[in-house]
């Protein structure tokens, strides 16, 4: 009884129908790891890039607050569109537009100060 069990365990091993099935089942699994993956590394590009935006939106609009008459405001917006943090240089990067507003009627000081962004991000393709 023994011997009958010991050798039915031992055939099952070298050369039986369920020998490499894991491997199988691991390429079956592997794309759909590899999707959530760079899913969710977009999603971490995607929030870096529109915290930086929010970030140098607050800043021109304090910084249009404190200098209303400075003509090169928006050159200096332009430029600080092209940070590294920003604009990365893989393909996730896109077109991203800050343009700020004001009604300078007769005095200096703003009495509207409109910010608007616009951002538009592409996702990463597999």
């Given at each position: 009884m023994i011997k009958k069990f010991l050798t039915r365990k031992h055939k099952d091993k070298p050369g039986s129908a369920t020998s490499g099935s894991a491997a199988v089942e691991f390429a079956m699994v592997l794309p759909v790891l590899m999707a959530?993956?760079?899913g969710a590394l977009n999603y971490g590009l995607m929030g870096l890039q529109m915290s930086t935006l929010i970030s140098a939106a607050r800043g021109g609009?304090?910084?249009a607050k404190s200098n209303p008459t400075d003509s090169s405001l928006?050159?200096?917006a332009g430029r600080s569109l092209?940070?590294?943090q920003v604009r990365p240089r893989h393909s996730?990067?896109?077109a991203l537009?800050?343009?700020l507003f004001w009604r300078a009627a007769r005095n200096p000081a703003p009495p509207a100060l409109r910010i608007r962004i616009r951002a538009q991000l592409r996702r990463i393709r597999a």
């Open positions: 959530l993956v760079a609009a304090e910084y928006q050159t200096n092209h940070s590294p996730s990067a896109a537009i800050a343009t």
